[in-house]
């Protein structure tokens, strides 16, 4: 997983236990992640947006911190936005990572994780040739959520 995913799943998870707000200081973050306070300003920025239903107060100075607020928490309107942000080819590790997302949002279930996890298996869709596998899969993957907002 890479150093921004981990970021961001930290930063969920402490929006989780916070009721959708978290306070934290960024040098603390760099120094926990091994990382330039740059890089969190760059999770941040990218993925806590207002669009992605967020909004972030900070103080810069040594007593600084962030602050992030889920200002949303429609959970359809949510899953809405994240289906039309799915690439168009998703790897089997790609769709798994997706998945505990989602249930971290608790936008989905654990029961239909699994379902989608293997709807989506390299198993399933071993037959498909690879340079249309992942293609396929996402757009599967993009159909089953869809149809959990109906």
């Given at each position: 997983m890479?150093?921004?995913?981990?970021?961001?799943?930290y930063?969920?998870a402490?929006l989780?236990?916070?009721?959708?707000?978290?306070?934290m200081?960024?040098?603390?973050?760099?120094?926990?992640?091994?990382?330039?306070?740059?890089?969190i300003?760059y999770?941040l920025?990218?993925?806590?947006?207002?669009?992605?239903?967020?909004?972030?107060?900070?103080?810069?100075?040594?007593?600084?911190?962030?602050?992030?607020?889920?200002?949303?928490?429609?959970?359809?309107?949510?899953?809405?936005?994240?289906?039309a942000?799915?690439?168009?080819?998703l790897?089997?590790?790609?769709?798994?990572?997706?998945?505990?997302?989602?249930?971290?949002?608790?936008?989905i279930?654990?029961?239909?994780?699994?379902?989608?996890?293997?709807?989506?298996?390299?198993?399933?869709?071993?037959?498909?040739?690879?340079?249309?596998?992942?293609?396929?899969?996402?757009?599967t993957?993009?159909?089953?959520?869809?149809?959990?907002?109906?």
């Open positions: 890479k150093r921004s995913d981990r970021i961001s799943d930063i969920l402490a989780s236990a916070g009721g959708g707000i978290a306070e200081q960024r040098g603390a973050m760099a120094r926990e992640f091994g990382c330039v306070p740059s890089q300003t999770v920025e990218t993925r806590f947006t207002p669009e992605n239903g967020y909004q972030i107060e900070t103080r810069r100075g040594g007593g600084g911190y962030i602050r992030i607020i889920r200002v949303r928490d429609d959970p359809e309107q949510q899953l809405a936005e994240f289906i942000s799915l690439p168009g080819a790897s089997e590790p790609d769709v798994l990572h997706l998945l505990e997302r989602l249930e971290t949002f608790s936008l279930t654990e029961r239909e994780a699994r379902l989608l996890s293997a709807c989506c298996s390299d198993a399933l869709l071993e037959p498909i040739p690879q340079p249309h596998r992942d293609r396929h899969r996402a757009r993957f993009a159909n089953a959520l869809h149809r959990l907002t109906v």
